[in-house]
């Protein structure tokens, strides 16, 4: 991140917000304490981005919005299940042991029951295994990338992988999750964020499958997921 800093002193700096801050009732609190971050990144991007463009607000889709929003929750809930099950089961591996074991991890799926039934709803088995299978993807693109790392050193490096990471610029009195940070060796940092995204009726086949060309991502959420992701980053190298 800053070009005298160790992946130790990142994961030292990291877990020193984790330690001290918790998100609660959607604000970023210190913990035991009264003080609070002044806004989330999230609602700062938000806030912007409507007096850019104002809405127009409609009933009907604020209530689409609203239980998409629920269903984003569990698919939400549901990936950091899956991810720290992943983590877990590499953890005391070697970059190379992971990258062969990714494949035939088995994941726990009770914990995905139990979160299935706290939000009342019936996922068929093939969006878990959707969603197992892209997040392995994901967490075999970061082993791979310091593979190259190790490979370009010389070196038997390790990455860090951190789920729901907190971060906080105090500067400027901000604070948000990442949904997953991955520390390399080399003190490069990945940010991932995880987007859910709920076709219309006319966006599916009559089988429910997602017509070829549906058009589920607007230009306008772009422009706000990389925002998200770049004020991430913007806060980690400070």
Do not use: C
């Not at 991140?1 to 030292?12: G, R, S, W």
């Not at 003080?35 to 409609?58: C, E, F, G, L, M």
């Not at 500067?171 to 964020?193: E, H, P, R």
Request: charged share 30%; no cysteine; hydrophobic share 30%.
């Amino acid at each position: 991140i800053l070009p005298n800093q160790k992946a130790e002193d990142t994961l030292f700096n990291l877990k020193t917000t984790t330690d001290n801050f918790v998100k609660k009732d959607k604000q970023y609190t210190v913990i035991d304490t009264d003080a609070k971050v002044n806004t989330t990144i999230t609602t700062r991007i938000s806030d912007w981005y409507n007096k850019k463009r104002p809405q127009v607000k409609d009933p009907k889709k604020e209530k689409y919005v609203a239980q998409t929003a629920e269903v984003g929750n569990l698919i939400h809930e549901s990936s950091e299940t899956i991810l720290l099950d992943i983590i877990n089961q590499l953890s005391d591996l070697s970059v190379e042991q992971s990258l062969k074991k990714l494949s035939l991890l088995n994941i726990n799926r009770e914990g995905l029951k139990k979160i299935r039934e706290k939000f009342g709803y019936e996922v068929k088995d093939e969006v878990y295994d959707n969603l197992i299978g892209g997040l392995k993807n994901i967490v075999r693109q970061i082993y791979r990338r310091q593979r190259e790392i190790n490979r370009r050193s010389g070196t038997e490096g390790k990455v860090t992988i951190l789920p729901e990471q907190i971060i906080i610029d105090s500067q400027s009195g901000v604070g948000g999750t990442a949904d997953l940070i991955a520390v390399f060796s080399n003190n490069d940092v990945g940010i991932y964020d995880f987007k859910t995204k709920i076709p219309n009726a006319d966006k599916k086949n009559p089988d429910g499958s997602i017509r070829e060309d549906a058009r589920l991502i607007y230009a306008g959420d772009k422009e706000k997921y990389a925002m998200q992701v770049s004020t991430i980053g913007r806060i980690l190298k400070q």
